[in-house]
């Protein structure tokens, strides 16, 4: 990717600036790194970051982090990029990973265009908007961080990304950042050949979640699954309370014994969606 260092005005420091983080494939970059390049105190660092903003070279993604705007755009003056590297970015580059339904958009689990970005951490994070992108960040335990895997988003670029069966275990805890256990449901279905099961059922103890134990069994015998021997592994750890299938549904429909379930989604409905 090329940046604009000359239909855009540029003075011999901020030439130099450009060219040294394009030298370091540093499209997204911090004030920090402006005073490392450029000797630069963080007043007069920060003086420049705001002249890059104000001739279009740089978006602000967050204060004190910037991208840089391609030479493509021509006259162009916002410019997010990948979101999902804007999303390490701001989780601070680790101790996160992608998740919910923006893993289930990396792994091909979606047919919807996704209007918001989710990512885990085990830090607190406050969701924020860049140029109409929503990024909203889930806490996580660190005794619960696990299940990942890289994912290459340029020839040099990578981010940490929930794995195939981490994201359909966050699904089943937390189905309203994934649209729904419906959702969750057909995302499993369009990978379900990938899906190693006894890895699922690992996750799920790991976890230790009783609602993740019963819509995770409820959705393995929905899509009859040869592995019983997992499935009893997931009865076993039931307890006698009900649960509602979809938490961001009404509390209706009927009960089912086996999994301690209210379907307030029907196998029907599930069904149906997972063949559009």
Known sequence: MKYNSSAKTVGPKMAFLLAELHEQQRIIFSVHDVEKITGMNSNSARTLTTRLVSRGLATRIKPGMFILVPSELGHGREYLGNPYLVAAEIAGGENYFISHSSAMDIHQMVTQPQLVVYTTSTKQIRPRSVLGTEF???SCNPKHFFGTTHHWVTKSQKIVVSDLERTVIDGLRQAEYCGGFSEVAKGYWM????????????????????????RLGYLLELFETKESGQVDLLCKKLTSSYMLL???????????????????????????????
């Open 246 to 276: 979809d938490p961001a549904m009404p509390a209706e429909g009927k009960f089912i014994a086996r999994w301690r379930l209210r379907l307030n989604v029907s196998p029907e409905e599930i069904k149906s969606i997972i063949r559009t």
């Open 136 to 138: 909203r960040f889930v």
């Open 191 to 214: 990978r379900h050949q990938d899906m190693d099961v006894k890895q699922l059922v690992e996750y799920a103890l790991m976890l230790d979640i009783g609602a993740v134990y019963r």
